[in-house]
């Protein structure tokens, strides 16, 4: 299967097989808020076998026991893999490795499989965290290096009409049969100072949202203004989202490889095949 | 005594920020509770104060990460320090794997003697303890669903 660059640091691409989501912005966890973290899911289920996005040579596996707060937590562990030729490696965590330290493995085959431990939500599907890293200071929450999105100039715009396809217990999905794209990539625009930009949050569950593919400037959804956007991280100004006329508890809009943006919904109100506009209001 | 899974000795002091505290006159040693160390499991990291620093009650003592999470110790006292683990600087899991023994993280010189009657002795903090606990397992719960 084809494999698409979704960020890169100095030469180390973070690569993603289609049917993929990602986010750099749409989780409350400290790196996330300084680019320095990407969180990327294929789809699966716990326990589905999940794939590793960089080629290399896995350097270090760390476990870490769940919290004794819930015997279904599953234990956690930090993978860390160095691509050939780079001072820097990339940790992982949310997934059980199948591998072991020494081990080569390339981008796309099989890692590991999917855990759900303590950092997740009841709406968060599996997925891993990624950051890339000194290889003597692996595990960490500080001193992580900054991603760089890989993205073309997006084209078109994301029509905030859509339908609900997904209906999951704690959430349901709505797809936009018209959305903004770039390349094989695709999500939820937004305006930022005139230019065109992926929405990236999980809003208003968490407190700061963000842009991919600008900067910074006034950041607005369909001409409605809702913060200002410095360095990628938004810092919100007043406003709630609404579907159809009912105002959201929360949504969150990531970044797509299934070619049609789609927003997520908490808690899971909406029904499958319902027909739904999205309005945002101050 | 234990408070749920949760084991709080009962000759140490304990504060809401969950540590537990050895009082021995002007002097007193601190470290995360075993609760403590569950809500931070894999303590990956500690920047640890210098001797002869001085920090209020309430002040940022010892700013310290997990593999995900960023959080601090903060002073249950008025204190100078007088001695860190320094065993923590290589490894800080000490800390989660014992919390009351090895993991110990500062020894402290009270400079307000009088403050640790705000301390709570384990009859009086197993009740705030209990509700952080029912809290956190409230999170989980939709695991069993």
């Known amino acids: ?282 | 005594m234990k408070v749920d899974e949760f084991e709080f000795p009962d000759d140490l002091l304990y504060d809401e920020n969950h540590l537990w505290i050895k009082v021995d006159g002007t002097t007193a040693r601190i470290g995360l509770t075993d609760l403590g160390q569950a809500l931070y499991k894999g303590i990956m990291h500690i920047d640890l104060p210098e001797p002869g620093e001085e920090f209020p009650r309430g002040d940022t003592i010892a700013p310290f990460e997990t593999i995900k999470s960023v959080s601090k110790i903060i002073a249950p006292l008025t204190c100078k320090i007088s001695k860190v683990n320094e065993k923590l600087r290589e490894n800080s899991e000490i800390i989660n794997e014992s919390p009351y023994g090895e993991g110990w993280i500062l020894e402290l010189e009270l400079q307000k003697p009088e403050e640790k009657d705000s301390l709570m002795p384990i009859s009086k903090a197993a009740e705030v303890y209990a509700e952080v606990i029912k809290k956190e397992k409230e999170k989980y719960a939709y695991l069993y669903e």
């Open chain 1, 1 to 282: 299967m084809a494999l698409t660059p979704i960020a890169i640091f100095g030469r180390m691409e973070i690569l993603a097989k289609k049917d993929s989501l990602f986010s750099f912005y749409s989780s409350p966890y400290p790196a996330h808020r300084e680019t320095k973290a990407l969180d990327l899911t294929s789809g699966g289920e716990r326990y589905d076998d999940m794939y590793s996005p960089v080629s290399g040579e896995i350097i270090a596996i760390k476990k870490i026991p769940a919290p004794e707060f819930s015997k279904n937590l599953d234990d956690e562990y930090v993978t860390a893999i160095l691509p050939e030729g780079s001072d820097h490696a990339l940790k992982i965590i949310h997934l059980e490795p199948s591998l072991d330290v020494g081990d080569y493995i390339d981008a796309g085959e099989k890692l590991g499989k999917l855990i759900r431990t303590e950092f997740f939500w009841k709406f968060n599907d599996p997925g891993i965290h990624m950051e890339i890293r000194k290889r003597d200071d692996l595990f960490r929450t500080g001193g992580g290096m900054r991603f760089e999105p890989v993205l073309d100039p997006i084209e078109g715009e994301t029509e905030l009409t859509g339908k609900v396809t997904k209906r999951a217990e704690h959430y349901s999905i709505i797809e936009f049969p018209s959305s903004g794209t770039s390349g094989d990539i695709t999500g939820l625009t937004c305006d930022v100072n005139g230019r065109n930009a992926f929405l990236d949050c999980t809003h208003p569950y968490v407190d700061y949202g963000g842009v991919v593919g600008a900067k910074g400037g006034k950041v607005s959804v369909n001409g409605t203004a809702i913060g200002l956007a410095i360095d990628g991280i938004i810092q919100y100004s007043n406003f709630d989202i609404y579907i159809n006329d009912a105002k959201a508890e929360c949504i969150s809009s990531v970044l797509s490889l299934r070619k049609r943006a789609e927003l997520k919904v908490i808690p899971a109100v909406l029904k499958e095949g319902e027909k739904v506009t999205i309005t945002v209001k101050k």
